[in-house]
């Protein structure tokens, strides 16, 4: 069976004629799996996903999770250098990345770029509100390659590219219409949301200006005008050599694919939480933005990291999962705690994870619905 996933110009429109006809002919919507961990659904477009790689089952309570409570002296955001101002509340954050010795934090509040050292000391900030070069009106994203630092910015329809210095490089417009859809890079392309006349839900760009369109990725499930459109909110995650994981967050699964953008490999995610879901079916109908299709998320991020460990955030979980060169193991579960530094020690507060940076002996969390950056050593 041939799965097409990316349309790619020129004569890869070609093999998009041939996947629909054998779809067509050799019966597509069968879904068939070796263990039966996947079931056909009502969607042709997700049960051809789901049938073009080999399944993994990845029970995510297998671990039991570490209830972790974070200290104060790893709640870091709380001091500045001398004299420069810096953000008591640093709510709503969209994106974190670690260069050398210094975090790097997208504040959707500020609509900047904040700059810290790794003992937690803001140093530096870049952007401010508004519609000219260097502003931000709705910053969602900020992602790196081994280059370039980029920020995905909603309100202005356009990709900030800066060097490791945060000094402005090139920008890039480009028409996002779901501002919860995130951005990913690697060394070698943008995976970009696309816009609402577009078959499939990512546009993929050269990572280097003048950014050429070079196809599109995955499939929008449900159609532009129809519900339940919440089925296409999805996350993806790259990094710079080897893996792109990709899920709707509506959904209990995660494809893997490798740097030649070829499905390897789905998850299938297991866990007891998901037996109280009652989503709706995967099946396009007619209804209005203000009728209520309430989809549960199964996730709400994933994160790839350079040794091609994958973090899941299933909140109020993080669950780490270590890559084999062929499958994923799941190592590790967490759930994190901290008490607000002017509080009772007794007055706890759940961590739900929004974005991490994980290296050899140190991970960093951030979260929506808090004002800081906590820091948790790995041993």
């Keep these: 069976m041939m799965i097409f996933l990316m349309k790619i110009k020129t004569s890869?429109?070609?093999?998009?004629?041939?996947?629909?006809?054998?779809?067509?002919?050799?019966?597509?919507?069968?879904?068939?799996?070796?263990?039966?961990?996947?079931?056909?659904?009502?969607?042709?477009?997700?049960?051809?996903?789901?049938?073009?790689?080999?399944?993994?089952?990845?029970?995510?309570?297998?671990?039991n999770a570490d209830?972790?409570?974070?200290?104060?002296?790893?709640?870091?955001?709380?001091?500045?250098?001398?004299?420069?101002?810096?953000?008591?509340?640093?709510?709503?954050?969209?994106?974190?990345?670690?260069?050398?010795?210094?975090?790097?934090?997208?504040?959707?509040?500020?609509?900047?770029?904040?700059?810290?050292?790794?003992?937690?000391?803001?140093?530096?900030?870049?952007?401010?509100?508004?519609?000219?070069?260097?502003?931000?009106?709705?910053?969602?994203?900020?992602?790196?390659?081994?280059?370039?630092?980029?920020?995905?910015?909603?309100?202005?329809?356009?990709?900030?590219?800066?060097?490791?210095?945060?000094?402005?490089?090139?920008?890039?417009d480009a028409q996002f219409t779901w501002p919860e859809n995130n951005m990913a890079v690697d060394d070698v392309y943008l995976y970009l949301p696309s816009?609402?006349?577009?078959?499939?839900?990512?546009?993929?760009?050269?990572?280097?200006?003048?950014?050429?369109?070079?196809?599109?990725?995955?499939?929008?499930l449900i159609p532009n005008g129809m519900q339940p459109f919440a089925y296409n909110l999805y996350k993806i995650t790259a990094n710079h050599n080897e893996l792109i994981a990709f899920g709707y967050t509506g959904l209990p699964y995660v494809f893997i694919f490798d740097k030649t953008l070829k499905h390897i490999l789905t998850l299938v995610l297991k866990s007891e939480t998901f037996n109280e879901f009652e989503n709706p079916p995967v099946r396009p109908v007619r209804g209005s933005e203000n009728d209520i299709y309430r989809v549960n998320l199964?996730?709400?991020?994933?994160?790839?990291?350079?040794?091609?460990?994958?973090?899941?955030?299933?909140?109020?979980?993080?669950?780490?999962?270590?890559?084999?060169?062929?499958?994923?193991d799941v190592m590790q579960s967490w759930r994190f705690t901290y008490s607000e530094p002017d509080e009772n020690e007794d007055s706890v507060r759940t961590i739900y994870v929004h974005d991490v940076i994980a290296e050899t002996n140190v991970m960093y969390l951030s979260s929506r619905l808090?004002?800081?950056?906590f820091r948790i050593y790995l041993n």
């Design 12 to 63: 890869f429109q070609v093999l998009l004629v041939i996947a629909i006809w054998i779809c067509t002919f050799a019966g597509c919507k069968k879904v068939q799996t070796e263990n039966e961990l996947v079931r056909e659904t009502e969607n042709e477009y997700l049960n051809s996903l789901l049938g073009g790689a080999p399944v993994q089952l990845i029970d995510l309570d297998k671990s």
């Design 67 to 172: 209830s972790l409570h974070i200290d104060e002296q790893n709640i870091l955001g709380m001091e500045s250098i001398e004299d420069f101002p810096f953000p008591l509340d640093l709510y709503g954050v969209n994106g974190m990345i670690a260069i050398g010795d210094k975090v790097y934090v997208a504040a959707q509040r500020h609509n900047n770029i904040w700059v810290m050292n790794k003992s937690g000391v803001w140093i530096r900030k870049v952007g401010r509100e508004g519609r000219g070069p260097g502003e931000f009106r709705n910053l969602r994203s900020l992602n790196k390659n081994n280059h370039s630092i980029y920020s995905m910015d909603v309100g202005n329809q356009r990709v900030f590219v800066y060097d490791y210095n945060l000094n402005f490089k090139n920008s890039l």
């Design 370 to 373: 808090s004002p800081y950056v």
């Design 195 to 220: 816009d609402l006349s577009s078959e499939y839900l990512i546009e993929i760009r050269d990572a280097n200006a003048p950014f050429n369109q070079k196809g599109t990725f995955v499939p929008r």
């Design 298 to 328: 199964f996730f709400e991020g994933l994160f790839l990291m350079e040794n091609g460990s994958l973090y899941i955030a299933q909140q109020p979980f993080l669950h780490r999962l270590n890559w084999n060169g062929e499958q994923f």
